[in-house]
């Protein structure tokens, strides 16, 4: 982890996503629109950041979904994979979101996650992928790490 990469991600939520699947982009641009805060950061799981960050929590293999951290850097960080990744990111936003991220929640986890795999499967067909990781525009460029490589 580059020295601005980690003054970047200290305290904050990082999204680590797939970076050539179009939902997950599509879900990027979203979280982007929509993070008013600006509490989130993005990197491609794809990415040496991605990587270093999951290989700190010990997942050496590529994840077939989202991973998101909260208080990234800090004692207190936490690593959410999947569905908790999805409704935690949700929960950071802004009302009507927030509350979407606590409906979510309410789902029980063994639904959430039969749901969440089906599209993950099926995501690339669906939805399409890209040859390399696309990039937001300019204005939102500083919160997409590990791209620049």
């Known amino acids: 982890m580059t020295e601005p990469?980690?003054?970047?991600?200290?305290?904050?939520a990082l999204l680590l996503y797939d970076g050539v699947c179009a939902l997950c982009n599509g879900v990027v641009q979203f979280l982007l629109k929509h993070d008013r805060s600006e509490r989130?950061?993005?990197a491609p799981l794809q990415s040496?950041?991605?990587?270093?960050?999951?290989?700190?929590?010990?997942i050496h293999s590529f994840p077939d979904g989202v991973v998101l951290l909260t208080?990234?850097?800090?004692?207190?960080?936490r690593l959410y994979h999947r569905s908790d990744a999805i409704a935690a990111a949700l929960k950071l936003l802004s009302t009507p979101w927030?509350?979407?991220?606590?409906l979510v929640t309410l789902v029980p986890r063994a639904l959430?996650?039969?749901g969440y795999g089906v599209v993950a499967r099926l995501r690339?067909?669906?939805f399409g992928r890209y040859d390399t990781c696309p990039l937001p525009p300019l204005h939102q460029r500083q919160k997409l790490l590990g791209v620049y490589e």
């Open 98 to 102: 927030r509350l979407l991220g606590r």
């Open 5 to 12: 990469e980690h003054a970047e991600i200290e305290g904050r």
């Open 112 to 114: 959430r996650e039969f």
């Open 48 to 58: 040496a950041l991605g990587r270093e960050v999951l290989d700190r929590f010990g």
């Open 124 to 126: 690339y067909r669906i």
């Open 40 to 42: 989130l950061r993005y």
């Open 71 to 77: 208080d990234a850097l800090r004692p207190q960080e």
